[in-house]
């Protein structure tokens, strides 16, 4: 190694199985990333946020996402009659912009396309996430004052 090269630390990401020992961290994280746009709404209500991720949680259907070996967000994509339904991806604010996001998505995205499946999910109205997935190819399916509900075909 060339000592006047400065060493640099790769982080890393990664995605494992849920278990249910993580819905805590879950259910606080959800909260922690939904408060701007549910109070910008209205409808911020800080146990009903945490309630309805217990209410849903399937730790079958949900992977953790982890930075540096520590949890850092999930995702879940559960089967549904005609494809997926694509819910709960929080990632942690400070890890906002750094393509991690971005990644996840891709990889999900990837395997319901080799299974020729599309996918769904709701995004709330005026989320920054909506973007996210509209750069991967969601589009509008419906919509109502709180909620928008997106639609991506399989891609070939």
């Known amino acids: 190694m060339n000592p006047a090269m400065p060493t640099r630390t790769v982080r890393a990401w990664s995605l494992?199985?849920?278990t249910p020992e993580d819905l805590d961290a879950m259910t606080e994280l959800r909260a922690e990333v939904m408060r701007p746009d549910l109070e910008?709404?209205?409808r911020y209500?800080?146990?009903r946020v945490r309630q309805r991720l217990r209410d849903a949680y399937e730790p079958g259907h949900t992977s953790i996402v982890e930075y540096d070996g520590d949890?850092?967000?999930?995702v879940a994509l559960r089967p549904a009659e005609d494809g997926w339904w694509l819910e709960h991806f929080y990632l942690s604010?400070?890890?906002h912009g750094r393509g991690i996001g971005t990644a996840v998505?891709?990889?999900l995205l990837a395997r319901t396309d080799a299974m020729g499946a599309p996918v769904r999910l709701d995004v709330l109205q005026g989320s920054a996430a909506r973007?996210?997935?509209e750069r991967h190819g969601f589009t509008l399916e419906r919509e109502d004052p709180v909620d928008v509900y997106m639609v991506r075909a399989p891609r070939g």
């Open 40 to 42: 910008r709404l209205g």
């Open 16 to 18: 494992r199985p849920a």
């Open 71 to 74: 949890f850092a967000g999930c």
């Open 45 to 47: 209500d800080a146990h």
């Open 93 to 95: 604010p400070a890890l």
């Open 105 to 107: 998505l891709a990889g």
């Open 131 to 133: 973007r996210l997935y």
